[in-house]
């Protein structure tokens, strides 16, 4: 069982970058999956996260409007596209799932990617 990011890079102020967070071993179609990012002295912050029964998403107030969560089944990953970068956003950026349900019947776990470093600089 393995998630792996990719994506990552430097980028100018205004930018884009797609990060894209790939599962191995277990199917990511019907699990929560997050995305956090951890800058250097500060603390993990939830950046959106895609529920695994609607795909319903949620976005941090920091990226809503400028960051984009969805989901590919047939590759078995979920992206990030990320737009209008501002420097604030540089950060190691983590893949994480942790719940799947089934109807009413629900299972924990807690997948964690190794990040990536996304950087926004000019």
């Known amino acids: 069982v393995q998630l792996v990011e990719s994506g990552g890079g430097l980028v100018q102020p205004g930018g884009s970058l797609r990060l894209t967070c790939a599962a191995s071993g277990f ?12 800058a250097p002295g500060q603390e993990r912050e939830l950046v959106a996260a895609i529920q695994g ?4 998403t949620v976005y941090a107030d920091s990226v809503k409007g ?3 969560i969805s989901r590919d089944n047939t590759k078995n990953t979920v ?6 970068l501002k420097p604030e956003d540089t ?3 983590y893949c994480n799932a942790d719940r799947v ?3 009413h019947v629900c299972e924990e776990f807690d997948y ?9 600089s000019s």
């Open 53 to 56: 029964t609607d795909d319903r």
């Open 27 to 38: 199917s990511i179609s019907r699990f929560d999956v997050h995305w956090y990012r951890q």
């Open 79 to 84: 992206a990030l596209q990320m737009s209008s």
């Open 91 to 93: 950060a190691v950026y």
């Open 66 to 68: 400028r960051f984009t």
């Open 112 to 120: 964690w990617g190794q990040g990536t470093q996304v950087t926004v």
């Open 101 to 103: 349900c089934s109807g």
